[in-house]
């Protein structure tokens, strides 16, 4: 399977713990993004990287949280102290430098954060 | 905030008939694209219309986009009941490059096509 992995596909934790993601895009994408999703809403977007440079953050991104991408391959989104209100579906996408893939996004599967 | 507003929020029919989704948007646009979601899985990429476009098609996709009314809609032919999904419209800002990936989505069309 070449498409975008993100692991674990759900977490339950206790308020106050720390949770850490991971993804891997598409292998060849150069391009790699955060969103999260909310029960009934569309996915917002938290933060891209182009190949290990962070280029852009939302302000929906609190001190809280910090993403990392070394090596421009895998990322990692940890969010420290968790609170109820990170309950929610954290997508991970990439994109490709070719024509064909620049401009759309290949999801993962997510991962459901549940916190208790 | 979202940017796209979708309509309707839910939309119920019957196998091999038409489902008409539309998506409206507030700023300037570089393209609207629309993604499709099963549930508790990742969005799948569907569609890209430009802003320079009007109506783009693939397979039994059709999608128009309307930039004086900063709308858009998708019509699926011919439903199926493996269409069961929510669908969402995204936009690119106007100065798309590097802004590219980071799309505005609405909150979604829930379609459910009974067989």
């Known amino acids: 399977d070449t498409g975008v992995s993100q692991n674990p596909r759900h977490k339950i934790t206790k308020r106050g713990q720390n949770v850490t993601f991971r993804c891997d895009p598409i292998?060849?994408?150069?391009?790699l993004y955060w969103y999260r999703q909310t029960l009934g809403q569309g996915p917002e977007f938290l933060t891209y990287?182009?190949?290990?440079?962070?280029?852009?953050k939302s302000r929906l991104l609190s001190d809280r949280f910090s993403a990392e991408r070394p090596k421009g391959s895998f990322s990692t989104l940890e969010i420290q102290r968790t609170e109820q209100g990170d309950s929610a579906m954290y997508l991970c996408a990439s994109s490709g430098l070719r024509q064909a893939t620049n401009e759309k996004l290949f999801f993962g599967s997510g991962t459901q954060l549940s916190v208790l | 905030s979202q940017q796209g507003e979708e309509d309707p929020q839910a939309l119920s029919i019957q196998e091999g008939e038409n489902a008409t989704m539309n998506c409206s948007y507030k700023?300037?646009?570089?393209?609207l694209q629309w993604y499709r979601q099963n549930s508790g899985r990742g969005l799948v990429h569907l569609i890209l219309?430009?802003?320079?476009?009007r109506e783009k098609h693939s397979g039994r996709l059709r999608v128009t986009l309307d930039t004086s009314k900063k709308s858009s809609s998708l019509l699926i032919t011919a439903s199926r009941a493996a269409d069961t999904a929510s669908y969402f419209c995204a936009t690119v800002g106007e100065a798309g490059g590097t802004s590219y990936g980071k799309l505005t989505f609405g909150q979604g069309t829930i379609l459910t096509v009974h067989p």
């Open positions: 990287f182009q190949n290990e440079a962070q280029l852009e």
């Open positions: 219309i430009r802003s320079n476009e």
């Open positions: 292998s060849e994408h150069n391009r």
């Open positions: 700023t300037s646009i570089n393209n």
